[in-house]
């Protein structure tokens, strides 16, 4: 098994974690005590670490579909698990989402990298903002064009981002701010 996807909850009690199965064929998230603890498993086929609400009572992460290779972000209960696609990938101009999202202070929004595939290589991703509450996809990063994105993260005060990015694809990965 590989452990990966390593987050802590927003109060710090617990850490949010993935084990890949011995194939490589699903990830199963787990929340263990900060201080140590019994794991106890949460949801099966989890593809990115989670993100927070503000507010700490919901997660999201994004998830994988082969068929038809698609990528869904989903949304969770942290208490009960009941769980909601929020959108996939087919439903946008994006062939993937970026395998982080980050959850924005105000808890309106979600921002992610998302990009396209032409015959099966990545040829651009973009900084997208989706909005909860009507499911629109903007893209974020003006002129300026990105080969990938990955490991977005708010400023708490919602002020602008930190993301990792290339401008193209033989680019060292660079830290990136945005307001």
């Not at 989890?46 to 609400?53: C, E, G, I, K, L």
């Not at 959850?103 to 903002?129: C, H, I, M, Q, Y």
């Not at 974020?140 to 401008?167: C, K, M, Q, T, Y």
């Amino acid at each position: 098994l590989t452990l990966q996807f390593l987050t802590f909850s927003p109060t710090g009690d617990y850490v949010y974690y993935c084990l890949t199965s011995t194939d490589f064929s699903i990830n199963t998230l787990y929340q263990v005590a900060t201080l140590g603890g019994t794991p106890k498993k949460l949801v099966e086929d989890v593809d990115s670490p989670v993100t927070f609400s503000p507010d700490g009572k919901q997660f999201a992460f994004v998830r994988h579909r082969s068929q038809p290779n698609e990528d869904a972000i989903f949304i969770a209960n942290v208490d009960t698990l009941a769980m909601m696609e929020l959108m996939s990938s087919s439903n946008t101009d994006y062939d993937f989402f970026a395998f982080r999202l980050a959850w924005s202070p105000d808890g309106r929004t979600l921002l992610t990298g998302a990009g396209n595939r032409e015959s099966g290589f990545l040829t651009k991703t973009d900084l997208v903002e989706i909005t909860l509450a009507d499911k629109k996809v903007r893209t974020l990063n003006g002129p300026r064009e990105f080969f990938h994105i990955n490991n977005v993260v708010w400023f708490a005060d919602g002020s602008g981002v930190l993301f990792s990015g290339r401008e193209t694809q033989n680019a060292p990965n660079q830290i990136w701010r945005a307001s």
